[in-house]
């Protein structure tokens, strides 16, 4: 805690005593108006699903104004780690905004069990409000269970509520979660109605500005344009992997290759955006219209735009990270985010605003592609093991069914059984932890009452630890094999400590940026902190990160 407090007293110190130098040579009537020096605009980029080495593995097919630009203007912290499991986009999102971990912001996964009200509860579902442009259960969404401040609500606060706060995605949990409690708007995606909408925690309507935009349906102008590779298909990384058998199959199709018909779901299916190049390049254009609109960046109170592409995680949950698919969506995001950062450099202009790049998480390969290879990889049924674990637990205690579900890697029973009572818990859990560690593809597991006690590896005993929750989370924890997950034969997905799952992107480029890299290792709650740190304003209360100080100019 001493050091994270040194690190950021530093960093504020540099930018006051480059103020005071300011102030000491300026007249005094100067000097009794001067302002601090702050961005116009930020703009948080949150690329779902995005593993590190995507920075790399298609950087020679990248323009020169998108990740290119990124990397070569800005700075990138090229060992930055996620430090909690399970490693999913609500925790991500929430993690990056708050500076903090699961066990303190109370953001477990994107969905969790909770054993007081003994029921399920997604990560934003809110039933005390209304969808505010939606009529169904969609726009029952808020920030209510996240438990800390964001950096966003930091800078409401210290701007007295001037500085505006607007979060976009296709995802609500990607727009909500970075938009924190007291943002000016948070725009997430009906996928029924084709709409962005946003619920009565934020307004009673939506502004003319977004209705306009929705009634212009711009899904169906996408769908008209199908989707085939942006270039030859035999220039792909993956050129030979257009049609495998452990990629994932669009409904109506034959198989899953190029190109991608779309046009068929013209006003029919407006959801189907998601999985397809286009859901980014729609996100990215309400971007640019919030920014006109709301004239983000227009003054000299610092705004914030937090955005988060969506796409990219609906691509790779179906065919993976070594498909054609995942290449060419990330060759046409480049694209999207080139048009985006000139548009910026237009409207706000180009060094007045400060924007970051990073993920919520990365990816597995899909187990079938690795086992092609001859690489280790595999899944596991979650209700396979729930089903195996209570008949082993049965036989040895007597006890029928004391393990409710297998979730976020973790056993919940059921403490409501009466059974449950007459014996020893700890010795319960312990027979448990036997079983998951002989279960094929479970390396192994842990009490989660007991994790400084156990044998673990310190990085996973510290992840496990950050992400532990006790009111919410389970009583046993199973850390699986590496490239093993809960799922089917087709697609990916993630979750993981590894560091395919945890290794994320972490650029910063713009406002007071220096160019350059770091191979220091730095956490996905560094980020937070040192924008607090630029922009002389305080940590959000939950934050555990420290300021990523090599990146400023001084």
């Known amino acids: 805690m001493m050091k994270r407090t040194l690190l950021f007293a530093c960093l504020c110190c540099v930018y006051s005593s480059t103020f005071a130098q300011k102030a000491k040579n300026a007249k005094a009537p100067a000097a009794a108006t001067a302002t601090l020096d702050r961005p116009k605009l930020v703009i948080g980029l949150v690329v779902d699903q995005m593993r590190w080495d995507y920075l790399y593995r298609y950087y020679d097919r990248y323009s020169n104004g998108g990740f290119k630009r990124m990397i070569n203007e800005g700075f990138s912290a090229e060992n930055t780690y996620i430090p909690y499991t399970p490693t999913y986009t609500a925790v991500g999102h929430s993690s990056i905004y708050t500076g903090s971990v699961p066990a303190i912001t109370g953001i477990i996964g994107n ?19 209304t969808g505010v442009g939606s009529k169904n259960a969609a726009g029952k969404m808020s920030p209510k269970n996240l438990k800390s401040t964001t950096i966003t609500d930091e800078l409401r606060l210290a701007t007295n509520f001037k500085g505006k706060v607007i979060g976009i995605s296709l995802k609500d949990r990607g727009s909500i979660l970075p938009a924190g409690h007291t943002p000016t708007g948070a725009y997430w995606y009906d996928g029924q109605t084709g709409d962005f909408i946003t619920s009565t925690w934020y307004m009673n309507q939506l502004p003319a500005w977004l209705q306009n935009f929705n009634s212009r349906k711009f899904a169906n102008n996408y ?10 298909i035999n220039t792909y990384t993956q050129s030979t992997a ?23 779901y013209t006003g029919k299916n407006y959801d189907m955006i998601r999985s397809t190049p286009y859901g980014n390049t729609l996100t990215l254009k309400l971007a640019e219209e919030a920014i006109k609109a709301e004239g983000l960046g227009q003054d000299n109170i610092t705004d914030f735009l937090a955005v988060s592409c969506s796409s990219t995680d609906y691509v790779g949950h179906q065919y993976g990270p070594n498909s054609i698919e995942a290449e060419d969506t990330y060759l046409r995001l480049d694209k999207d985010m080139e048009e985006f950062f000139n548009y910026l450099d237009q409207t706000v202009g180009k060094g007045k605003y400060l924007v970051f790049l990073s993920a919520d998480h990365g990816a597995a390969h899909v187990p079938g592609f690795m086992n092609e290879n001859n690489l280790p990889g ?18 040895k205690f007597k006890i029928k069914k004391p393990a409710m579900f297998a979730m976020n890697n973790q056993i919940i029973f059921d403490h409501t059984n009466k059974d449950l009572q007459n014996i020893d818990f700890t010795a319960l859990k312990s027979a448990t932890v036997d079983y998951l560690r002989t279960y094929d593809g479970i390396a192994n597991a842990v009490d989660l009452n007991r994790i400084a006690e156990s044998t673990l590896p310190a990085v996973q005993k510290e992840m496990i630890t950050n992400g532990y929750y006790p009111r919410l989370s389970g009583d046993v924890y199973f850390i699986l094999q590496p490239n093993y997950f809960d799922g089917g034969k087709t697609g990916t997905t993630h979750g993981a400590w590894n560091p395919y799952d945890s290794h994320i992107p972490c650029v910063f480029m713009g406002w007071h940026v220096k160019p350059g890299k770091t191979n220091k290792t730095h956490h996905m709650t560094d980020i937070a902190p040192t924008i607090a740190a630029m922009l002389h304003i305080q940590m959000p209360s939950g934050n555990v990160g420290e300021p990523i100080t090599e990146l400023t100019h001084q």
């Open 111 to 129: 969905d969790w069990y909770d054993p007081q009200t003994r029921k399920h509860v997604y990560c934003t579902d809110d039933s005390t409000v």
């Open 223 to 232: 769908y008209e344009k199908n989707w085939d590779t942006m270039y030859p």
């Open 242 to 264: 257009d049609n495998k058998v452990y990629e994932g199959i669009t409904r109506g199709e034959q198989a899953p290759t190029f190109p991608h018909n779309l046009k068929s």
């Open 378 to 395: 595999g899944t596991v049924d979650n209700k396979a093991i729930i089903t195996g674990l209570n008949g082993y637990l049965e036989g």
